[in-house]
T-cell receptor
Framework: NAGVTQTPKFQVLKTGQSMTLQCAQD?????MSWYRQDPGMGLRLIHY???????DQGEVPNGYNVSRSTTEDFPLRLLSAAPSQTSVYFC???????????FGDGTRLSIL | TQLLEQSPQFLSIQEGENLTVYCNSS?????LQWYRQEPGEGPVLLVT?????EVKKLKRLTFQFGDARKDSSLHITAAQPGDTGLYLC????????????FGQGTELSVKP
């Protein structure tokens, strides 16, 4: 099993550019989440989904959009990148609410 | 304001020493998880605690969930260099839907 796959692994953008971070899981998990990790701040929840067609905001949703058209995929979109969005982004999935999350290996994003 | 306060944020000890990491909140959690993260990888689950007062052991690691389900601790006995890494606590709020909230993390370095 591939588990949770994130692409790309690294990306450099210019301020104002848009891009989509991809996340796919092959475990048929209902729950999927996006986090950003910054030094000294742990992982902060951006958006999450409890099933196909259902998304909700986390702690730091501004500047990011998500959609969940299938169970497998949960892309994260940056509409107009800002330097403050420079971070490591992790996607995670879990079977249901209290089950452990399975993480991808992260996308390292730099905004110049 | 961090919903889950984790301390200490940095810990550097010698091999063979004991240590405790704390995770505290004013909110009640339905469950609490501890993860370990290596550089360049996503967090990996160590343990989940769900019952107030619960104690779980994983070799030299002991995890405890507070009676009121607002706090947790991770104790490592006789630390080894292989324990070096980032330790993260994370909890599902009692009324928080599917959200998993993380603490800031504890960067542990065990020197031989």
């Amino acid at each position: 099993n591939a588990g949770v796959t994130q692409t790309p692994k690294f990306q450099v953008l210019k301020t104002g550019q848009s891009m989509t971070l991809q996340c796919a899981q092959d475990m048929n998990h209902e729950y999927m989440s996006w986090y950003r990790q910054d030094p000294g701040m742990g992982l902060r929840l951006i958006h999450y989904s409890v099933g196909a067609g259902i998304t909700d905001q986390g702690e730091v949703p501004n500047g990011y959009n998500v959609s969940r058209s299938t169970t497998e995929d949960f892309p994260l979109r940056l509409l107009s990148a800002a330097p403050s969005q420079t971070s490591v982004y992790f996607c995670a999935s879990n079977r249901d609410r209290n089950q452990p999350q399975h993480f991808g290996d992260g996308t390292r994003l730099s905004i110049l | 304001t961090q919903l889950l306060e984790q301390s200490p944020q940095f810990l550097s000890i010698q091999e063979g020493e004991n240590l405790t990491v704390y995770c505290n909140s004013s909110s009640v959690f339905s469950s609490l998880q501890w993860y370990r993260q290596e550089p360049g990888e996503g967090p990996v689950l160590l343990v989940t605690v769900v019952t107030g007062g619960e104690v779980k052991k994983l070799k030299r690691l002991t995890f405890q969930f507070g009676d009121a389900r607002k706090d947790s601790s991770l104790h490592i006995t006789a630390a080894q260099p292989g324990d070096t890494g980032l330790y993260l606590c994370a909890g599902h709020l009692n009324l928080g839907g599917g959200k998993l909230i993380f603490g800031q993390g504890t960067e542990l370095s065990v020197k031989p």
